[in-house]
């Protein structure tokens, strides 16, 4: 066939999605979780442009561009924040940053 | 081809996303993450989003991943000790994962039907010249707010990781 | 004519006296006591005087308080010769009692609360009395009734007057709430509440509607009247001043009942079984109110249970249609039994507080005023001819005696009975040795001159106030008989009573002494009130609070409606508690809880959105 169906684009999104979702919840590592977001956030990126090519629009890669802004800022202040988390704590261990519990 | 060239780098980036979650240290799930950054970047400009394609390689596996392993290097991590692990995520989380896909891929086929085809060159909109009017025409002013997230961004980590006055 | 002045001037006094009482000297605070309710008198007088014959009633209407759909209830005065009548004794009595006070209550403490009390009774009786529907009766019957709970527990420092305080309060309650389901019926079947409108409408009602509105009004009577089976509040009501036994509970607010009937008349007569019932407890009281009176110790008590007796010769009269006699012994009774009451505080007084018979004696030298007062009020109660309570108590038995003769013959030997008692009172206390240990003093001017006064009152009150003639327009009176025959065999139970009396206290001393051991269980019996007390106690009381405590208290209000808040408190808590655990400060179960909530959000979305 000539082409590829839209559909698995949008199930190949939705894959990256949940595996970022699963690193999200089982990985302890805060960098690794961080990484799992940039991949969920590549997910959605893919997502908004086959849905751009879907409608025949330009609209979705504009949407996409300014996830991908945004995602290098928090990508920025994320690290700065877990700098100064491993700083006062030297561990990079989530679980341990729980101090809001209760 | 356009069906080859998407189940090559599709699994490619799979492969390396299921990669970024399993292995133990954070270097290696840096680097298969680019690995999935780049795959997707092919499967952009199968999509005819030219312009965006460049900007992923450019501006996330380019700038963003760097400074992940920067960071990395710079905390000298090391791999993970697996001990004591969150009940909730394991026990709550993988069923609602795969509930969750089943529902997007239930949906996704519903609403669009196979009919629908990708091919490389469908879409001719996607080039810089296209992007760039979009950007200063109808979406003016979310590219203006946006460079002021990015002042505050800058701003947030200059304060955040700087030394602490004595 | 501004009736409202009657009222209005004793209610001023009780508020200056209430108010600034405590900062006020005696000379002051009896001033504005005395002053108010001598006032008081001397409007009615006034009045009565600017009215003239007052054939008709006259009216006044002040202000509309309650307008509701048909119900129409405006604060309105009016004043008859019944009115008159009872006016006239409240203001008059009253003053005489006010004036006794100021040298009873000299050397008591609370002296401007007893006063303003007073006062506050005063303006409440009045109310009742000037009353032109039976709205504002009511508000004057539960002021009464409030004054004398006031006043029962005066001295509130000493348990038996706080609970003698308690037990008049709720008995007469009991009446009350007859009293209230009265005024829904009237309500109901007649529209209004004024007397004028529902006696004269009267005539037209269904008469099982009418012996229903009558009966209840009974029970309220009852209640405000001591009558059986609600007569227990008032022999512990003596734990009072004396003063407030004389006013209260022998002059005025007892009659409010007998008041009440002989107002209601236009229904009792249209209700005869109302009117019998009427009679029966009347006269059923005064035998066993006599009965009762026998065998007491307690001076005050003796009276007491006198003036539960009289109040059912009152009914008596009122039952058997003799409405004029009725109320003609409440003006007598008032003299005598005020006065009887008013001497014993005299006694008690002399005495510095001793109030038992068995320690008094011999009295008649040392306290002659106080003597020979009393010895005229018991005459007068006794139905010795001419005095006062002959001509009333006599009035009374003939009608008796037209409508059942039964009651008659029970009347005549209560009539024994009460000479009996009465004077066993006076031949204890002022004959014979004194048997006491105090010094026996004669009471100040400022209470003898009451006390004369009225004893004046109880020999010649009978002639000169002829009431049955002045309420004639009211009441018409019944045919007189010509028969003599009744008339000479009360006379002859009254002196046979008086004789009695004499020869077992002052002749053979002994006699009671053997009479008591021959019939020691009837003794007991009467001694003991017939256990009536004891009996409501366990029947009624006990249950009552029992049931409160267990049932009321514990199980529903501290199990259902505390249960009920401090469980909406503690769901509020259990499920806080659950909630926090969300807060787990852990960021994989928020995470979760994400990934959760927008599984659900993608169900619903795809449901409801209708995915085509």
């Known amino acids: ?102 | 081809m356009d069906v080859i060239l998407f189940l090559i780098f599709a699994v490619i980036a799979v492969v390396c996303g299921i990669n970024v979650v399993v292995q133990s240290h954070p270097i290696s799930s840096a680097i298969s993450l680019v690995g999935v950054m780049g795959s997707l970047a092919v499967l952009y400009l199968l999509l005819g989003a030219e312009f965006l394609a460049a900007a992923q390689v450019i501006v996330y596996a380019g700038a963003v991943m760097v400074l992940f392993i920067f960071v990395i290097m710079l905390l000298n991590a090391g791999g993970e000790i697996r001990h004591g692990r969150s009940i909730m995520a394991q026990v709550l989380g993988i069923p609602l994962l795969f509930a969750f896909l089943g529902l997007m891929a239930f949906f996704v086929q519903r609403l669009f039907p196979s009919t629908a085809l990708v091919h490389f060159g469908a879409f001719q909109h996607g080039g810089a010249q296209d992007v760039g009017r979009a950007l200063f025409t109808r979406f003016l002013l979310p590219f203006e707010v946006i460079s002021v997230l990015i002042l505050i961004a800058i701003l947030g980590a200059v304060v955040l990781a700087r030394k602490e006055l004595e | 004519m501004q009736l409202w002045l009657i009222p209005i001037l004793p209610l001023a006094g009780f508020l200056l006296n209430g108010i600034f009482g405590r900062r006020l000297s005696k000379t002051v605070i009896n001033a504005i006591a005395i002053g108010s309710v001598l006032l008081s008198f001397l409007w009615v007088l006034k009045t009565l005087a600017g009215l003239g014959d007052l054939q008709v009633a006259h009216t006044e209407q002040y202000f509309t308080w309650i307008q509701s759909g048909i119900l129409n209830v405006g604060c309105d005065f009016t004043i008859d010769r019944l009115t008159a009548v009872m006016l006239l004794v409240v203001t008059g009595v009253g003053l005489l009692i006010h004036i006794y006070s100021i040298g009873y209550m000299a050397h008591e403490g609370g002296y401007y609360r007893f006063f303003s009390y007073l006062n506050l009774f005063m303006f409440f009786m009045l109310t009742l009395v000037l009353a032109a529907n039976y709205l504002v009766m009511f508000v004057g019957w539960e002021g009464v009734g409030l004054c004398s709970y006031l006043l029962i527990g005066f001295y509130f420092d000493k348990q038996f007057a706080t609970n003698a305080g308690n037990k008049a309060f709720i008995v007469t309650r009991i009446g009350d709430v007859g009293f209230s389901l009265a005024i829904y019926l009237i309500v109901v079947n007649f529209g209004s509440l004024d007397f004028g409108a529902v006696f004269s409408a009267a005539a037209s009602k269904p008469e099982g509607t009418l012996t229903a509105i009558a009966l209840l009004l009974l029970v309220g009577a009852c209640g405000k009247s001591a009558q059986i089976p609600l007569y227990v509040w008032l022999p512990d009501a003596m734990a009072g001043p004396t003063p407030v036994s004389a006013l209260i509970h022998a002059a005025t607010m007892v009659t409010a009942g007998v008041y009440m009937v002989a107002r209601s008349a236009a229904i009792y007569t249209h209700a005869p079984a109302a009117m019998e019932t009427v009679a029966i407890i009347g006269v059923a009281t005064a035998f066993f109110a006599a009965t009762i009176g026998l065998a007491q110790n307690d001076i005050k008590k003796v009276f007491a249970y006198s003036t539960v007796s009289q109040l059912g010769y009152m009914f008596l009269g009122a039952g058997v249609g003799a409405f004029s006699a009725g109320i003609y012994h409440l003006v007598t009774h008032a003299f005598f039994k005020a006065l009887l009451f008013l001497g014993s505080g005299s006694v008690i007084h002399a005495l510095s507080g001793e109030q038992d018979l068995r320690q008094m004696g011999g009295l008649r030298k040392k306290i002659p005023w106080t003597f020979w007062t009393m010895v005229c009020a018991s005459v007068a109660i006794a139905g010795v001819p001419p005095f006062a309570g002959f001509f009333s108590k006599d009035a009374i038995l003939a009608a008796a005696d037209r409508h059942a003769p039964w009651m008659y013959w029970v009347g005549v030997i209560t009539a024994g009975m009460t000479a009996f008692y009465v004077f066993r009172a006076i031949f204890m206390a002022f004959f014979g040795e004194y048997r006491g240990k105090a010094h026996p003093h004669e009471s100040p001017f400022v209470m003898i001159g009451p006390l004369a006064v009225l004893g004046f009152l109880s020999l010649a009150g009978g002639y000169l106030f002829k009431v049955p003639e002045f309420l004639a327009p009211i009441f018409p009176l019944a045919a007189e008989s010509g028969d003599i025959g009744p008339m000479a065999i009360s006379i002859a139970f009254g002196l046979g009573g008086i004789a009695l009396a004499w020869l077992f206290y002052i002749a053979k001393p002994e006699l009671p002494g053997q009479i008591t051991t021959t019939f020691s269980g009837l003794y007991k019996l009467i001694y003991n009130k017939y256990f009536v007390d004891e009996v409501y106690g366990a029947v009624i009381v006990n249950p009552v609070v029992a049931g409160s405590r267990e049932v009321l208290w514990k199980g529903l209000d501290v199990a259902v409606i505390d249960g009920a808040v401090n469980g909406a408190g503690s769901v509020a808590r259990e499920t806080g508690g659950l909630l926090k655990r969300l807060q787990s400060g852990n960021i994989r179960s928020y995470a979760t809880w994400v990934l959760f909530g927008s599984v659900v959000l993608l169900l619903v979305l795809g449901v409801m959105g209708g995915l085509r």
């Open chain 1, 1 to 102: 066939m000539p082409g590829v169906p839209i559909s698995w684009y949008l199930i190949l999104s939705a894959v990256l999605f949940a595996l970022g979702v699963s690193g999200f919840l089982l990985r302890r590592n805060i960098i690794t979780v961080f990484m799992s977001i940039e991949l969920m956030l590549n997910a959605v990126n893919l997502a908004f442009i086959t849905f751009s090519y879907q409608f025949k629009q330009v609209d979705g890669q504009i949407f996409s561009f300014f996830v991908m802004v945004v995602a290098a800022a928090e990508a920025a202040v994320g690290l700065a924040i877990i700098l100064t988390v491993f700083k006062n704590r030297r561990t990079l261990n989530i679980d341990d940053v729980s101090t809001l519990k209760n």
